[in-house]
């Protein structure tokens, strides 16, 4: 008898010591921590204000424009991109503060949170880590930031600006990024019917609709539809296609294109630089495999 109160008396100690503890593990009480990874990796430093305005805002660029799971190094090519971009924009407009409004997405701290939720500390600090690596870092050419154009993917190789905004630009040339193909939904298909395709295209409904050239990139320099004649870029945008880069073909009363590749092809791409970085390539290698000839710079 002795033994058994000897047993209860031990079982109810447990329980009076273990169940609080129990009940917060099951409540989520000790995963409001960081996540354990974050804790390894990046540690609440990452998380403190960056230096300038200027630095936030490239923060902000980044979690808006590349994956926060892309490895560190390619998270430091966008980076420097981003300020480059940034930078460019401010001196053209003769502006000594940060303008919101130049064309690349931006989230705020705020919006981070609300995109990753629980995954904010890791994905924040692991930007923060890549932007603050690179403070005040820009590429230039011939001493002037350059237009740091990029794109989510491409088809296999980008596109020469020449090709895209009908000017040459000595540092945006096209170059290999077969890395590209593997990136998700590298490949997409539209089906539009050949009469809706003519309403869009201000052709009649039985014309022809066939790609003419192509760039030595690959992507689509000339569509012939009827007796009109449309660039790539121009098909892309009339038909919301993720990219220049397409094939077309007639299957019955329907026209199905298909696409590879995502954005305007020029610059680095980002799903690339992802690809290059997990090859062990740095930074500065990645950058200057997408922008030919270029130098870096510290903003003084």
């Known amino acids: 008898m002795k033994k058994q109160c000897g047993f209860l008396l031990l079982y109810v100690v ?128 011939d001493g002037e930031p350059i237009l740091a154009a990029f794109h989510a993917q491409s088809g296999g190789r980008t596109e020469d600006a020449a090709h895209v905004w009908n000017t040459a630009v000595p540092y945006l040339k096209s170059v290999d990024s077969k890395g590209d193909r593997q990136a998700p939904n590298n490949e997409t298909t539209v089906t539009i019917a050949a009469k809706a395709l003519a309403e869009r295209l201000g052709i009649a409904g039985d014309a022809a609709v066939s790609v003419r050239k192509r760039t030595e990139a690959g992507y689509v320099a000339e569509v012939q539809a009827g007796s009109k004649t449309f660039s790539g870029r121009e098909i892309r945008e009339r038909l919301g296609l993720r990219s220049a880069d397409f094939t077309i073909a007639k299957n019955g009363d329907s026209y199905i ?8 092809g020029a610059g680095m791409s980002q799903y690339g630089a992802s690809f290059l970085a997990e090859q062990g390539k740095n930074y500065h290698e990645i950058l200057r495999h997408y922008y030919t000839g270029i130098s870096f710079s510290i903003l003084e």
Request: charge should be negative.
């Open 257 to 264: 294109f298909t696409v590879h590749g995502y954005g305007h």
């Open 14 to 141: 447990v329980a009076v010591l273990l169940l609080p503890l129990l009940l917060t593990m099951l409540c989520g009480g000790l995963g409001q921590e960081l996540p354990q990874e974050a804790q390894a990796l990046y540690g609440l430093a990452d998380l403190a204000p960056l230096d300038t305005e200027l630095e936030e805002y490239v923060a902000g660029v980044v979690a808006a424009e590349m994956p926060a799971a892309f490895p560190e190094e390619a998270l430091k090519a966008q980076a420097v991109a981003a300020r480059t971009y940034q930078v460019r924009q401010m001196q053209a407009a003769g502006s000594r503060a940060v303008l919101y409004d130049v064309g690349q997405a931006y989230l705020s701290e705020a919006e981070q949170k609300e995109k990753w939720g629980e995954g904010y500390a890791l994905y924040a600090g692991k930007i923060h880590s890549a932007v603050r690596a690179t403070a005040g870092e820009i590429m230039t050419y």
